[in-house]
Structures are given as C-alpha cells and as structure tokens.
C-alpha cells in the first residue's frame, strides 16, 4: 500500500474487522420465510451480499500482498453487486429483469458456441444448443447498469464503477498509462508490473469499497427480524465516517480539488 499515509493502516484495521462482522452477521440463524416469491427475493438479496463479501475479502488480500492496481479493480466488482443488491431493494420485481439478462446472456453465448467454426461439443450438446436457440429472447432484454441507481441516493456508486472502469478496469490508453511511462527527454520507455495507485486512488477506493459494503449490510439486515451484531455495524460505522472525514481533510485528496471535485 502506499507508504507512509497515516490512515492505510487504520483502514486496513477497518476492512478487517468489518470482514470479521460480516461473517458473524452471515453465520446467524437463517432468515424465516412463508412466501414463494418472498424466498426468491431473499435469496437472491442473500446470494448478491455473500458474492459482494467475497470479492470484499479478495480485495482486502490483495492490499494486503501490495497489489494496489488489482485491489482497484476489484473493488469494481464490490460495487456492481452493491448495484444490484439496491436496485432490488428498490423494487423487488427487479429479479424478473435480472432473470431476462441472464436469459439473454445465454442465448448470445449458446448461439457464439454454435456459430464456431470448429465445435467442440458432441452432438447432443449441439442440439440441446440449438433447441435452446430456437427459443428465441422471448422479449428479455440486457440490464444497463447506468439505469440501475437512477434517482437513488446512492447513484454515485455508479460514478465510481464507471471511473474504475476507465481508469484501472478496462482496456482503456487511460488504464494503460499506468503501465507505460516515457522519458520526455530521449524518449525511452519504461514498462511498469504491478503498478502502485497514487495517494488520491488509493484513499479513494478505500472511501468508496467502504460506503459500499456499509450500504450493503444495512440493506441485507432489512430482512432479519434481529441480528446480534448491530451494535458492532453501527461501531464500525461511526468508525467509517472518522475514517472518512480524515479522509476528505488529507493533503493528497485537498490538492486534487484544484483540478476537479472528488467526491468522498
């Protein structure tokens, strides 16, 4: 991580402990449910936190062995599943579209498979293949993610997907830069492995990866009737708004603000 931020290890400390709370939270009694449509909900809510958990966890891992741009990137990840998670909280009929994207999905790889110029499956893969083709998108449609978190308080979750996306995510010449560094005086180049996030990046992403699992627990908590870690959810929140108020008041996110809002 980088050296000598006053704050890397008390947010380090942070994501520990959360990740220590939330296993606690996931490992109480299960969640009581009468209706069919009620257990699909929280199902899926459930499966959307676990999944948002894991990628939390890899993402702590990977800060912790010094692996700055992978733990940018997989803090994108986080903040897709958080998407998804307040999207349905918004409106529980949301896994209808949820179940359409992932039908479509489908379709487009089934029909890739077959459209091969080589197959590889046998012959029965090939015709399962096509009869599930032959269906047709039955009028499912791709979700867009920009339209998940409109008119939400916490649309700029989305911001923050699309600037990892930009910068650090995708195959972008901005994500690239981070790995080509040239000499303006005789134009050699150097090839950066691994390449360390800036102060701004690095405090950034932790703010974000943060507000991101809080949003998260409160959301998937709605569901249990009672919970025995709520005292330690709220501590680590009060502890996050610290964190994040030192945060904001550092010298390295102050500077960054005559070249444009970041917003924390």
């Known amino acids: 991580m980088p050296e000598g931020h006053a704050l890397s290890s008390d947010w380090m400390t942070w994501m520990r402990d959360f990740v220590d709370a939330a296993r606690r939270f996931v490992a109480e009694a299960p969640v009581a449910?009468?209706?069919?449509?009620?257990?699909?909900?929280?199902a899926v809510k459930a499966a959307l936190y676990a999944r948002a958990l894991t990628l939390f966890e890899g993402a702590l891992l990977l800060i912790q062995?010094?692996?700055?741009?992978?733990?940018?990137?997989?803090?994108?990840?986080?903040?897709?599943?958080a998407m998804y998670l307040i999207a349905l909280d918004r409106n529980p009929a949301f896994v209808t579209r949820m179940k359409d994207d992932d039908f479509k999905s489908r379709q487009s790889r089934a029909a890739l498979h077959l459209g091969a110029k080589k197959f590889t499956g046998t012959e029965d893969v090939r015709q399962q293949l096509e009869e599930f083709v032959a269906q047709g998108l039955q009028g499912a449609k791709a979700i867009q993610l920009g339209s998940l978190l409109e008119g939400s308080d916490f649309d700029r979750l989305y911001r923050s997907y699309r600037d990892i996306s930009g910068d650090a995510a995708h195959v972008s010449m901005t994500a690239l830069n981070r790995h080509y560094v040239e000499n303006p005086v005789d134009g050699?180049?150097?090839?950066?492995?691994?390449?360390?996030?800036?102060?701004?990046?690095f405090l950034v992403t932790l703010t974000e990866l943060g507000i991101t699992m809080t949003i998260a627990t409160l959301l998937i908590m709605k569901i249990k009737q009672?919970?025995?870690?709520?005292?330690?959810?709220q501590a680590l929140l009060h502890r996050?708004?610290?964190?994040?108020r030192d945060t904001r008041g550092s010298p390295e996110i102050q500077s960054s603000?005559?070249?444009?809002?970041?917003?924390?």
Not at 257 to 264: A, I, K, M
């Open 33 to 42: 449910v009468s209706l069919e449509e009620e257990r699909e909900l929280v």
């Open 65 to 81: 062995n010094d692996r700055q741009l992978d733990f940018r990137i997989q803090s994108r990840s986080v903040i897709e599943a």
């Open 188 to 201: 050699s180049a150097t090839l950066i492995i691994n390449p360390e996030l800036d102060e701004i990046d």
């Open 226 to 233: 009672k919970t025995e870690v709520w005292d330690t959810f």
């Open 240 to 244: 996050y708004r610290a964190l994040a």
């Open 257 to 264: 603000r005559e070249d444009g809002p970041s917003e924390l």
